[in-house]
Antibody
């Protein structure tokens, strides 16, 4: 059974940093593109970042370019999102998602999400 | 990376059909058959319902169907059931190698 379990969310002050993790199981992690998608409270889904199987090719939404860094550790079947200089508008549930289509945005499995709250 | 345009809400009675539109541009929906649809009941993670415009993943009822014309994709749900009440989102691959989501549509089953 495919499982994606996010962790690392919490309350952080504006300007602070946070590192999210996503532990994958039930599939060969190293053969899939992986992504982060976020959802602000009461709002819609927003794609954040994606990374290819080997970890070299990465793509970011304009809203987080230069602020967030996506990475992965295939030996640990884990995906990460390093978030720096956090702002109130980064408050959201962050989902880890598997892209079964390569890099075309077909997210077939999602984690349960981890809530990041940026507030003083 | 402008969001795709969806109606904020649609509604229908049990047994009826509803269609949710998703309008993009010639750089995303109109250019690629890489449109997916997701269902998100309150408090849960999204679930893939349609991929590549009109394909259903295993386990998704055939009451759900997708299509595309020009820059607009559509999700049709026939034979509405109470369990279909949820938020629905489309997304598309884009020419700048991004993925863009629609703003979401709340489906109410009357």
């Amino acid at each position: 059974e495919v499982q994606l379990v996010e962790s690392g969310g919490g309350l952080v002050q504006p300007g602070g940093s946070l590192r999210l993790s996503c532990a994958a199981s039930g599939f060969t992690f190293s053969t899939y593109w992986m992504s982060w998608v976020r959802q602000a409270p009461g709002k819609g889904l927003e794609w954040v970042a994606s990374i290819e199987q080997g970890g070299t090719e990465k793509y970011y939404a304009d809203s987080v370019e230069g602020q967030f860094t996506i990475s992965r550790d295939n030996a640990k079947s884990s995906l990460y999102l390093q978030m720096n200089s956090l702002r109130a508008e980064d408050t959201a549930v962050y989902y880890c998602a598997r892209d079964v289509s390569g890099w075309y945005g077909r997210f077939d499995y999602w984690g349960q999400g981890t809530l990041v709250t940026v507030s003083s | 990376q402008s969001a795709l345009t969806q109606p904020p809400s649609v509604s229908g009675s049990p047994g009826q059909s509803v269609t949710i539109s998703c309008t993009g541009t010639s750089s995303d929906v109109g250019r690629y058959n890489r449109v997916s649809w997701y269902q998100q009941p309150p408090g849960t993670a999204p679930k893939l319902m349609i991929y590549e415009v009109s394909n259903r993943p295993s386990g998704v009822p055939d009451r759900f169907s997708g299509s595309k014309s020009g820059n607009t994709a559509s999700l049709t749900i026939s034979g509405l059931q109470a369990e279909d009440e949820a938020d629905y989102y489309c997304n598309s691959y884009t020419s700048t190698r991004d993925v863009v989501f629609g703003g979401g549509t709340k489906l109410t089953v009357l």
